[in-house]
């Protein structure tokens, strides 16, 4: 099983600041990776695909990178709107499944 | 616009089955797949399948095999997940997705996502 470790669990910041969260692959997924950010309540949502790709409609200060077993999103600039939970995704095998991580969430400090 | 409309909450007992419905509209419903993700009480989401609409084939994670059925009907554009032999540990949101970027694009994410439907199960 491929599994996925995002630090930190919780993540105190300002608006305004820069916020960077990592995950970790315990094997390479080569760039099959992605990343959701989801409110209470709701369903996740697509923030970016293999690992660097922002998906239409996400605003530019959100941005992905890494390769193999380490990845990270940035938000250069938190906004009011960004408070949420953000997992990472692998979804390059099938079998057993596609994993997703454990979640960090982005709280106001 | 695309939207995933899902069924309403379920209560079960402990062993029975329950079968969510997933209804698509907006988009071609056999180009692209319908993945199923599951978010026990806590954080952590699940994935547990998808199904491509087009011919029915299904992939499931082997966590959920044998247990599992996802189905479509394509007259309604209607997806169909069944989870059998329910535990309380099966108690959770389900909700489902679509795959990002059509059935030709594989391995892919999930872009539109269903509003979720709860699943108690308790005795």
């Known amino acids: 099983d491929i599994q996925m470790t995002q630090s930190p669990s919780t993540l105190s910041a300002s608006v305004g600041d820069r916020v960077t969260i990592t995950c970790r692959a315990s094997?390479?997924?080569?760039?099959?990776l992605a990343w959701y950010q989801q409110k209470p309540g709701t369903a996740p949502k697509l923030l970016v695909y293999q690992a660097s790709n922002l998906e239409s409609g996400v605003p530019s200060r959100f941005s992905g990178s890494g390769s193999g077993t380490e990845f990270t999103l940035t938000i250069s600039s938190l906004q009011p709107d960004d408070f949420a939970t953000y997992f990472c995704q692998q979804y390059k095998t099938y079998s057993p499944g596609h994993t997703f991580g454990g979640g960090t969430k982005v709280e106001l400090k | 616009q695309v939207q995933l409309v899902q069924s309403g909450a379920e209560v079960k007992k402990p062993g029975a089955s329950v079968k969510v419905s997933c209804k698509a509209s907006?988009?071609?419903?056999?180009?692209?797949?319908i993945h199923w993700v599951r978010q026990a009480p806590g954080p952590g989401l699940e994935w547990m399948g998808m199904?491509?609409?087009?011919?029915?084939?299904?992939t499931y994670a082997q966590k959920f095999q044998g247990r599992v059925t996802m189905t479509r009907d394509t007259s309604t554009g209607t997806v169909y997940m069944e989870l059998g032999s329910l535990t309380s540990d099966d108690t959770a949101v389900y909700y489902c997705?679509?795959?990002?970027?059509?059935?030709?694009?594989?391995?892919?994410?999930?872009?539109?996502w269903g509003q979720g439907t709860l699943v108690t199960v308790s005795s």
């Open positions: 907006g988009y071609t419903f056999t180009t692209y797949h």
């Open positions: 199904i491509n609409p087009s011919g029915g084939s299904t």
């Open positions: 094997q390479s997924i080569s760039s099959w």
């Open positions: 997705a679509r795959g990002w970027g059509g059935v030709v694009t594989i391995p892919a994410p999930q872009d539109y």
